[in-house]
């Protein structure tokens, strides 16, 4: 009844180094329960504890060392009377050092217990996430192992930042860069991805929406039924979701047969009409833009909550009731810039930002409605220019902790529409971001990265382009400002379009619309 490690045979380059301990960890924990003394040749050399965060320049406890995680499988009983959800969180991980004690980020309801391979594990709160686990014995480098962690009590609203309530007395997870922490513990940083199994229990009438597919919904008793979602691709903490309220369904497919499932709250109904019916429209002309839609399947799910920014979560974005068609746009496009491809660190969250504000700001009403994109982004920088507007003083890479969430709105997508323009050469510039975001499918990328590789399609320096409009904390000089054809082009003295918000209104910062992320 020790600890198994016999999973080792799968890891074919350890197979032969690792064979003869298969049965010391179990055979150890026997003689030490015994009063035997240890084996003289234990399968570890000094094992040590897992770092408790990875050093996020804005977020340093994020995450966490000694091991990665492969799949997550969540048991959850949720009550919406009472708020109470009773969770079961399976972790399939593996080691990467010889590792005496390891953290998951966690902040939920009140732990009861923690195994490891079946075994109790000693556990303790640290910090403001950290959930610290000693295994009965240390586990050897590289080798795969099981976290099972229980744990039970009545959910708190963190209005926007994790587990939030729901009028209807469902709830929902939502937040950026942190939400799952509130309902299940992980190792939550961008730099892990897992594979993602949901099991909802939930009184009938209530209806659970995740990421991913829906494999089943089946009756548990005659008053609650089981609904299962699985996200088969990898995923990160905060693009992972569950949402359980009275929903309404809408079921849909894209030109190529991808499956949509949207899921409107009661008091979101009014948007499934209007809005839905242009879902794969949007995905269509994305995929246009970046290649194929990178999920099994897509959707939404539409709250009726006072939320006061809609998210990509994975699959299926998360909209607030102010959702219109700009957001829809904003939204999926994140599902390749984002979510298929994360950032490296949140200083590169521009690579989220930028490409999706550039897609329904700029893209789309170029390509669908036929504008002129020059005069899109002459008018914008016009208008800045008259209200006052401070885009430039927070650069792009690099904003600051605290400041991701801002000028990527505003000053992202003129970046991306002075770089086209740069190139000079649609072909060439689409293509190049394209096959950027193709070969970090599933993984990470960041700012630098990001600069060479389309550093090495252009034909033309861009160290001084790309100084001023990610580094600089000035309007670039006009040069870089008005490249290529946009050196023919006046900016406009006479302004047509609706003025933009005021600051007030974005609350998180300098940007264009209220709460996207």
């Not at 040749?41 to 320049?57: A, V």
């Not at 556990?123 to 295994?135: G, M, N, Q, R, S």
């Not at 089946?218 to 359980?244: K, N």
């Not at 580094?471 to 006009?478: L, Y």
Request: glycine share 8%; hydrophobic share 35%; with cysteine.
């Amino acid at each position: 009844m020790g600890i198994q490690y016999s999973e080792v045979r799968r890891i074919s380059p350890l197979a032969g180094r690792h064979r003869r301990y298969l049965l010391a960890p179990a055979i150890a924990l026997a003689l030490c329960l015994a009063g035997v003394p240890a084996l003289a040749d234990p399968p570890w050399g000094n094992p040590t504890p897992g770092s408790d965060g990875l050093n996020d320049p804005y977020y340093p406890k994020d995450g966490n060392g000694g091991y990665t995680i492969n799949h997550y499988d969540l048991a959850v009983n949720y009550d919406p009377p009472t708020h109470n959800l009773i969770g079961k969180a399976t972790l399939s991980a593996s080691a990467t050092q010889d590792l005496s004690q390891f953290d998951l980020d966690y902040n939920g309801p009140q732990v009861s217990s923690v195994t490891i391979n079946g075994q109790a594990a000693q556990f303790k709160h640290a910090e403001e996430h950290e959930l610290v686990i000693t295994p009965p014995m240390p586990i050897p480098n590289q080798l795969p192992f099981t976290i099972v962690v229980d744990y039970a009590g009545a959910e708190p609203d963190t209005a926007g930042n994790g587990w939030t309530y729901s009028p209807s007395g469902g709830a929902f997870a939502a937040g950026e860069p942190h939400s799952a922490t509130t309902w299940y513990p992980l190792n939550d940083t961008p730099l892990d991805k897992a594979t993602f199994t949901v099991r909802a229990t939930v009184p009938n009438g209530w209806d659970v929406a995740s990421n991913g597919i829906r494999t089943s919904d089946l009756p548990l008793d005659t008053d609650h039924h089981v609904v299962t979602w699985e996200e088969r691709d990898p995923i990160i903490g905060y693009l992972s979701t569950i949402a359980i309220d009275k929903f309404t369904r809408l079921e849909q497919t894209t030109s190529d047969g991808t499956p949509l499932e949207s899921f409107f709250a009661p008091g979101a109904a009014q948007n499934k009409q209007a809005l839905e019916q242009n879902l794969p429209k949007v995905i269509d002309f994305e995929e246009q833009l970046y290649g194929k839609y990178p999920f099994t399947s897509g959707g939404g799910i539409y709250v009726d909550t006072n939320l006061q920014f809609s998210l990509e979560t994975q699959t299926r974005p998360t909209y607030a009731p102010w959702t219109d068609l700009d957001t829809l746009v904003h939204e999926n496009a994140h599902q390749w810039w984002g979510d298929s491809m994360s950032v490296q660190t949140w200083r590169d969250v521009c690579l989220n930002e930028c490409f999706a504000s550039y897609t329904a700001d700029i893209l789309w009403p170029e390509r669908i409605d036929g504008k002129d994109s020059d005069k899109l982004y002459l008018d914008t920088l016009a208008r800045y220019e008259k209200q006052h507007r401070d885009i430039w003083s927070i650069p792009l890479y690099d904003p600051g902790a605290g400041k991701e969430f801002t000028t990527v709105y505003s000053r992202g997508p003129l970046f991306l529409h002075a770089l086209r323009r740069t190139i000079a050469n649609d072909d060439v510039f689409f293509t190049a971001i394209r096959d950027f975001n193709e070969n970090h499918r599933n993984a990470n990328a960041s700012i630098p990265e990001f600069r060479d590789f389309i550093q090495s399609r252009a034909s033309q320096d861009l160290t001084g382009f790309f100084d001023a409009w990610l580094n600089g904390t000035t309007k670039p000089a006009d040069q870089y400002l008005y490249p290529g054809s946009l050196h023919n082009h006046a900016a406009p003295q006479e302004l047509n379009a609706q003025p933009l918000p005021d600051q007030a209104d974005w609350p998180y910062g300098v940007g264009d619309r209220k709460g996207q992320r």
